[in-house]
């Protein structure tokens, strides 16, 4: 009995207590976030799906030059479970208005860097030019192997994967680091352009790095290989004689070198050509100018080819040409 007037007596004499008003985050002085994310599908009508988060961050103008390639990093999956990361008593950092202000000082820097000059990524393009050479595995295409005792072994198990694919696929450029870490390009055989699907890139990556696990399982190559696969890219080098008939209809980026008739010195110039004919006997090319902008551009803004330019011919020889790349007209 005791208990039951205790307990009405606390509800008689309890104070009601009003809620405290919502709590108004301040308005931050960071621009407007977008969060986003991607995914890949397999194929038409497949449930499965490849997803990838992007991190949230500030809008910032980005320019549209990039001509980067379609790549997939695979790395073998490690069996050891990691320990749970214990709690800790801070779950969120801030911020000091002066670190803030340094962030957007930043930002501002950036964006005037790609308002202000537009030649900044021709100058990285012309750099690239010149690191940039037919045979080194990468952009310019073939086989470059690092010398370690397990590349051509891996080499062996891409061209195991590459004949899997029937003859669709090929591979465009392979290259192996000392850093046990491979770089794969590869290409649709079936397509004028040769560019691959994403689809394309990462049957071909899964494949390989199932072929890689198991050599690494009977010690034929190294541990914890780092697998990229890529696309030849839009800027793709074409190979001399190979690819000349397959991208004969195609606007390139010629660089050549004529000697000096007085000196006999060698001079180097470059142009973006179409290709008028070759000859496999003699090993000569025979360019005219593609009407692309920036030769119709020395006829006159807004004029098309003259009669003068649609006849000019150059004559060279396969040795001459130090570098064909295609040329993105868009």
Known sequence: MDLLVSGWNLKQFSIPVSPSPPHVPPASPFPATITCGCSFYKSRGSAHKVSSPFRTYPLARISNKSSSPLVIHSRKKNTKSEPPLEPTLVEEVSIDDEDEQLLFDDFEDDESMMDDDDDFFEDEYA????????????????????????????????EDVRQSFGGDLGIYAFKTLSNSSIQVRVERLTNKSGSPRMEDIEAFSVSYRAKLDEAELARSVAENITLEVSSPGVERVVRIPEDLDRFKDRSLYV?????????????????????????????????GLADVRINREKAGKGRPLSKKQREWRLETTFDSLRLVRLYPEA
Do not use: H, P, Q
Request: with cysteine.
């Open 255 to 287: 660089k050549y070198v004529t000697e000096i008739a007085d000196s006999g010195k060698l001079s180097e110039a470059d142009g973006v050509f179409r290709l008028v004919s070759f000859d496999m006997e003699t090993k000569c090319c025979t360019w």
């Open 127 to 158: 750099e690239n030019d010149t690191e940039l050479y037919a045979g080194d595995g990468a952009g310019g295409g073939g086989i470059s192997l690092a010398g370690t005792w397990w590349d051509k072994e891996a080499l062996l198990l891409a």
